[in-house]
């Protein structure tokens, strides 16, 4: 599991900032749509979450001095609506529904398509499905940060 963590954390999408130059570069390298099958969300928020929204979701992640603007504070979307969390916000915004400049030249990436191609077989029906599960995880962890 551990080597599979190294391999997740340089894989999907890397962020390399270079903080001197304000650079942000994108990297893509292919997952192994098994392992990342097994993992919770908090594991695949970690790895492909975290270097922009930080850890715990904060909005602080070693990324962030690269973007054009704020990232969100995860942790307090349920304060902000109400305090009910915003689920099908959420959701929309991690499948790319919701497709908002936020870093600049480029999008968040849209986890629907991204997680849709890491499964390279079966049909689209079935690779859409992998991709929703995969977004129920980490909206569901999302949930789970608020305060």
């Not at 391999?7 to 893509?28: H, P, Q, Y």
């Not at 929204?53 to 109400?82: F, K, Y």
């Not at 959420?90 to 398509?113: F, L, Q």
């Not at 029906?125 to 305060?147: F, M, N, P, V």
Request: neutral net charge; hydrophobic residues 40%.
């Amino acid at each position: 599991m551990k080597k599979f963590l190294g391999i997740l954390g340089m894989g999907g999408f890397v962020v390399c900032v270079n903080t001197s130059a304000g650079e942000l570069v994108i990297k893509e390298q292919p997952l192994e749509w098994q392992d990342v099958a097994h993992l919770d969300g908090g594991v695949v928020f970690s790895n492909l979450c975290a270097a922009c929204h930080g850890p715990g979701g904060e909005g602080n992640g070693r990324a962030v001095g690269a973007l054009n603007r704020d990232v969100p504070n995860l942790t307090t979307l349920s304060a902000r609506n109400d305090g009910i969390y915003p689920y099908a916000r959420v959701k929309n915004a991690i499948i790319g529904k919701t497709r908002v400049v936020e870093h600049g030249a480029i999008d968040m990436p849209s986890w629907e398509e991204q997680f849709s191609n890491v499964r390279p077989s079966g049909s689209a029906l079935i690779r859409k499905a992998y991709a929703h599960e995969r977004i129920h995880l980490l909206t569901e962890y999302i949930q789970s940060l608020q305060g």
